[in-house]
């Protein structure tokens, strides 16, 4: 009698933009794997509840995106240190009694495809320069910071969000003014655009990236369009650039592991998948 498939998926509200499915499908049918990776709605009232539903369907686990990603590690039985010291949890295990293990692998994706995309970036080269003070900031700071970055000034529309940010990572973190966001490229070695600016329906980052030297790499976690204007200009600068759609796929990669048993491989064939999806 053959095992049954397992199962895992990706919980959010809403949940019917994810490309999560089409990412693990993907892998599923390339290693030939009896599973199912599935989209499921939860309302934010409804987490708790939902959690403890899909470990009793015999779920592995699931993703949490927005808006449960801080929700989810504060009702997990134990996180990893990389999510508590981010704040919140995209990556859920659950154990055969029911608990959660909350894990956040979002810095990890960021990396990965930094180094996959532009193998001869450095972390410590110089300083890094990151926009926006969300969710997201917090992953590509803890990320860039274990890297090996020294110095990272951060701008954020709202300074406040941004000076609360600095405060949790410590001396490493230097706020600047939004308004001086562009004067602050100047000797950086990489440029993180975490805002929603640029995304498909928001309005454009417009950052003239003229103080920024030559040899820096701009980086965009949108992914919605893949070239986004932030993107286009620090390309028609001369800057290398890395688009935000290989930290999605990276980020998938430990949880993928973690519930089917297979280490499965970011490539080019993913991509055109995900895309298409």
């Given amino acids: 009698m053959s095992a049954a498939p397992r199962l895992a998926g990706v919980i959010g509200w809403p949940i019917g933009h994810s490309r999560s499915p089409a990412l693990h499908g993907h892998w599923l049918r390339r290693y030939g794997i009896a599973g199912h990776y599935v989209p499921v ?14 470990a009793l369907l015999g779920f592995r686990g699931c993703n949490a995106t927005i808006p449960h990603k801080e929700a989810a590690l504060a009702l ?7 999510a508590r ?16 293990f909350a894990d956040n692998t979002d810095a990890y994706g960021f990396l990965a495809n ?14 890094a320069l990151v926009l926006g003070a969300g969710g997201a900031a917090r992953a590509v700071v803890a990320g860039l910071i274990d890297a090996g970055v020294s110095e990272l000034r951060l701008a954020n529309r709202t300074r406040a969000r941004a000076e609360e940010l600095a405060a949790h990572f410590g001396a490493a973190v230097a706020v600047v003014d939004w308004a001086r966001a562009e004067d602050a490229a100047e000797g950086v070695a990489t440029i993180v ?42 390309a028609a600068r001369g800057l290398a650039t890395v688009d935000g759609l290989g930290m999605l796929l990276h980020q998938a990669a430990p949880g993928f592991e973690a519930w089917f048993g297979v280490a499965p491989e970011v490539d080019g064939e993913l991509r055109a998948a995900v895309l298409a999806a």
């Fill in 85 to 100: 010291r981010i704040g919140a949890a995209n990556t859920l295990t659950f154990r055969p009694d029911g608990s959660v």
């Fill in 114 to 127: 930094l180094r996959q995309a532009a193998p001869g970036w450095r972390a410590g080269a110089g300083p």
């Fill in 76 to 82: 997990a039985a134990e996180a990893s240190a990389t």
């Fill in 41 to 54: 709605a939860v309302a934010p009232d409804r987490l708790e509840d939902s959690l403890r539903a899909l």
């Fill in 193 to 234: 655009n975490t805002t929603s600016l640029g995304m498909a329906g928001q309005p454009p980052l417009e950052l003239r990236l003229n103080a920024a030297p030559e040899t820096a790499l701009a980086t965009d976690l949108v992914y919605q369009p893949l070239v986004t204007p932030f993107l286009a200009l620090a």
